[in-house]
């Protein structure tokens, strides 16, 4: 189940009395941690409502080929690229024949056609008409193209006949959909990570921070939601754009990614603190711009709360808390100090002015055991074997 992970499911669901089960279906697959997103045909909303699904998967369901509305949101062509699974349940004996036979005159068969997706199929209909030659045969044409054939289950219909043509069970359906994807090394896994820097309001104009770019949690976060994982990133202030099936929540002091951060470390299994969080900021924030008045000015700083020691001593912990460490000197030493003191699982130090906004990194890894080089290369390659590294420490 757990390999449906960030998968996109598009359930294209054909008029059958088999319909009604599609809300079940709906609810497994997104408890399997699909997004799912929902196509009827005209026909199929005699038996179930689009509303129901519309509020099951939580997105607006397709009903139309030419719908302007869908059109300027999420069209039938974007929709076809989007998922990773076509999954269309139940599939009536019509429906089938037309797949089959490469029609493209309702949304289903026309997203058919245009998907780059694997397909998966799962038969509804009356005993006569599964056993039919002309159903075979088109079955079999739509095995021969590669579609993966689920089901049918045999036993009692609807219009009272035995036999062969019963929809499988929603809990058949969706491991059978979810044996179509390789499980990610952190399927089933959440991972929190804070990025970028913090801004520290002096006055409405101006600011405390950093040179963090966000590239480094960025890459961090891509990575683990390529691995499967649902990610959360945390992000301070950056020019980044959100990598896909990533949610983002935006932040722009200490004190407010230690909310967000609060927040989401208490369902994740890993947070990752890579954010360079300002130590400090103004005591007091001046409600107009400052004048400079004086040669000299002072400010008076106050610690910010350190947020990954905060999730370190959460009831709620994650299973695994790892840090950073930029330093300008003493990579390893104050590494192991602050692995130390902040009460870390996992250590990754790097120097601070090499890294800051660069697109590689060389990092040292730190734990109880002591310590390993990763060489330095592309942020995005040294993420992915952090994740490793990671993922091996999950139980
Ligand atoms: O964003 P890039 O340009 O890609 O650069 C990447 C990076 C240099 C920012 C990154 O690789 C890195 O080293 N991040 C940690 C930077 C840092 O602030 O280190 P630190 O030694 O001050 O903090 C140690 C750990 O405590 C870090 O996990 C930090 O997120 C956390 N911390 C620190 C202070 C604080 N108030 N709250 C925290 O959670």
Redesign the pocket.
């Known amino acids: 189940m757990l390999s449906l992970s960030n998968k996109r499911v598009l359930l294209g669901i054909t008029g059958g009395i088999a319909a009604y089960k599609c809300a079940e279906l709906t609810r497994l697959l997104i408890k399997a941690g699909a997004e799912v997103r929902v196509a009827m045909t005209r026909s199929a909303c005699e038996f179930i409502t689009p509303l129901t699904l519309q509020a099951l998967s939580g997105n607006r369901v397709h009903l139309d080929l030419l719908d302007p509305e869908a059109e300027a949101a999420m069209g039938h062509i974007e929709l076809a690229r989007w998922a990773d699974l076509v999954l269309i349940a139940p599939a009536t004996a019509n429906s089938i024949a037309r797949i089959a036979h490469g029609e493209a005159d309702d949304i289903l068969t026309t997203l058919v056609l245009a998907t780059p997706a694997p397909i998966a199929v799962a038969p509804a209909m009356n005993q006569g008409m599964w056993a039919d030659a002309q159903t075979q045969s088109n079955i079999a044409a739509l095995q021969q193209r590669g579609y993966t054939l689920i089901g049918p289950d045999s036993g009692e219909q609807a219009c009272g006949d035995v036999g062969l043509g019963r929809m499988s069970q929603p809990s058949d359906i969706v491991a059978a959909c979810a044996q179509l994807f390789d499980t990610g090394f952190l399927a089933g896994r959440h991972v929190a990570i804070?990025?970028?820097p913090t801004r520290e309001a002096i006055d409405p104009v101006r600011y405390i921070s950093n040179?963090?770019?966000?590239?480094?949690?960025y890459a961090l976060a891509e990575e683990a939601a390529a691995a499967g994982a649902r990610v959360t990133l945390i992000s301070g202030p950056v020019s980044l754009s959100t990598p896909e099936r990533v949610q983002r929540i935006n932040v722009v002091s200490?004190q407010q990614m230690l909310e967000a951060t609060l927040t989401a470390a208490e369902e994740a299994d890993v947070f990752i603190?890579?954010?360079?969080?300002a130590?400090y900021r103004p005591l007091e924030v001046a409600a107009e711009k400052i004048k400079k008045n004086d040669d000299e000015m002072s400010l008076t700083l106050v610690k910010?709360?350190?947020?990954?020691?905060e999730v370190s001593r959460l009831e709620k912990r994650p299973e695994l808390v790892v840090?950073?460490?930029?330093?300008t000197e003493n990579v390893v030493a104050n590494g192991q100090q602050?692995l130390a003191s902040?009460k870390l699982d996992l250590l990754?130090a790097?120097e601070?002015t090499k890294?800051?906004?660069?697109d590689d990194?060389a990092i040292t890894v730190i734990d109880a055991n002591g310590t390993t080089a990763l060489s330095a290369a592309n942020?995005h390659v040294v993420a992915r074997q952090m994740l490793q590294l990671i993922a091996a420490r999950l139980s």
């Open positions: 804070t990025g970028g040179h963090s770019s966000g590239k480094m949690a200490a603190g890579v954010a360079a969080v130590d910010n709360p350190d947020i990954i020691w840090g950073f460490a930029a330093e602050k902040k990754f790097n601070a890294t800051f906004n660069s990194v942020k």
